[in-house]
């Protein structure tokens, strides 16, 4: 199964600031979280020289596809970004991670999530949507999409008039399967009638928190990923250090979670959703896939930020290979 993931393009850059003087020129709250505008984006810019950063491309659906591809899978992603030099260094850095990159490039800044670390360790993060939000699904050419089987969505994207809907009748027509994951709670809550409208009509997997799914069907999570799975093919209920449920017609399958102590939960859902679909892709059980995204969001959690460390992939391969996924 080849997937191809379509999502936000967004950069995660971390700043270092040596005092909270940027945070005042900037006009941002200490400790907030905001979506920002183009001209307070460019204050960051230009506040941001000098300052230790580290940049890294970002967004859900790049996550999960750059762990997919870590695994081996054939994998594609398509997003929206800008003419600068951040786009420039997200499509490399996609591409070096063995993901397929299918960008659209409008003139301007990209869109960023920025970061700002202050001396005393607090963060203040500032999202700029840009380009990223602006994307249509006349910009996604059908040859793109009958290369791949399966399209990954993240239910962000409900808020863009101009992809959501028209790209899942598009994705339908194609014969291609969809796979969505409900992102936030706050989305759900927010969209709830649209969700229950397009659910049942176009989507074969559908990957959702403990919280996320609550808020779908108003049922707790072991009765919801069963209410689910009666509008689609499976349906994924993660429950953070309780593992995964994973609901089809066949019934409701517990896994349990893996990996120790956690040190940041960021990126934990995206890794399973690349581990579950990386089973799928290579006819493992449903219960053996979960295994495998257990054993990815392990890994993610030890760590700092959405992406499992260079040094790990090994060790995780070797675990796969040993018989996790093997088909019976």
Request: proline share 4%; glycine share 12%.
């Amino acid at each position: 199964m080849k997937i191809i993931g379509i999502g936000n393009a967004l950069s995660d850059v971390l700043l270092r600031l040596e005092s909270d003087d940027t945070l005042v020129k900037t006009g941002m709250k200490k400790g907030a979280m905001d979506l920002i505008g183009e001209e307070q984006m460019r204050a960051i810019h230009q506040a941001q020289h000098g300052l230790k950063r580290d940049e890294a491309p970002g967004g859900s659906v790049c996550n999960t596809m750059r762990a997919l591809a870590r695994l081996g899978a054939e994998v594609g992603y398509i997003g929206k970004i800008g003419s600068d030099e951040t786009g420039t260094g997200y499509e490399q850095a996609v591409r070096k991670a063995g993901v397929t990159p299918y960008f659209v490039r409008r003139k301007g800044i990209s869109g960023c999530s920025t970061v700002l670390i202050s001396p005393d360790g607090e963060r203040t993060m500032a999202t700029f949507l840009g380009p990223a939000a602006t994307l249509s699904a006349t910009e996604i050419a059908d040859e793109t999409l009958r290369a791949y089987d399966c399209v990954y969505i993240e239910g962000y994207l409900i808020s863009n008039e101009a992809l959501f809907l028209p790209i899942l009748q598009r994705i339908d027509r194609l014969g291609l399967n969809v796979a969505l994951d409900l992102s936030n709670f706050n989305i759900v809550n927010g969209f709830k009638d649209v969700l229950q409208e397009v659910i049942p009509r176009y989507v074969r997997i559908l990957f959702s928190n403990e919280s996320e799914a609550e808020a779908y069907t108003g049922l707790p999570a072991g009765e919801a990923v069963q209410k689910i799975s009666e509008q689609v093919d499976i349906s994924v209920v993660t429950i953070g250090s309780k593992g995964a449920l994973v609901g089809s017609s066949e019934g409701v399958i517990a896994v349990p979670a893996s990996g120790g102590n956690p040190v940041d939960t960021t990126g934990a859902g995206d890794n399973f959703a690349a581990g579950f679909l990386y089973g799928l892709s290579v006819n493992a059980s449903l219960e053996q896939s979960a295994q495998v995204g257990a054993l990815l969001a392990g890994h993610v959690i030890e760590t700092i930020g959405p992406q499992i460390p260079d040094d790990r992939w090994e060790q995780i391969k070797l675990k796969i290979e040993a018989g996790i996924i093997q088909s019976p």
